[in-house]
């Protein structure tokens, strides 16, 4: 699958301050990336660095922050790279926050339900916790 490009809104958690800009998909980035001057324009503040392996292996520092993203009707917050300029793009954290995935049949993104967290007990003393696992005899 190729990259595409979507609206979407970036926006701090603390404030109103919101900006729309064009970002591309791309369904290997785990964190959204955007521009260092958006996110300190919208006084989104870096509260850690990380370490991400870049296209060739080379590993490469960066900010990071929470912002806030609206894109497709939906809306959420997630881990933002402070990026170099003219990088937009969205991570597949975002898009799991924001309920949607890339259909890969179509190449656009599509809305999916929520999951709760397992319900599944996690005791093996529980009665069904070996047919759950797929461990009785």
């Known amino acids: 699958m190729g990259t595409f490009s979507v609206p979407v809104t970036v926006g701090n ?6 900006e729309t800009v064009t970002a591309e998909i791309h369904n290997r980035d785990t964190f959204s990336t955007m521009p260092a001057s958006l996110l300190r324009r919208l006084e989104i503040e870096p509260v850690a ?46 898009l799991g926050d924001l309920g949607l995935e890339v259909d890969e049949a179509t190449g656009r993104l599509v809305r999916v339900p929520y999951l709760l967290p397992s319900l599944w007990p996690v005791n093996a003393d529980e009665p069904d916790q ?8």
Do not use: S
């Open 13 to 18: 958690l603390k404030t109103a301050a919101t």
């Open 49 to 94: 660095r990380v370490k991400l392996k870049q296209p060739g292996g080379r590993i490469a520092e960066y900010e990071t922050g929470y912002a806030t993203f609206v894109a497709e009707g939906r809306n959420g917050y997630a881990r933002v790279i402070f990026g170099p300029e003219g990088e937009r793009r969205i991570g597949m954290t975002t």
């Open 130 to 137: 070996e047919r759950r696992n797929g461990t009785h005899g």
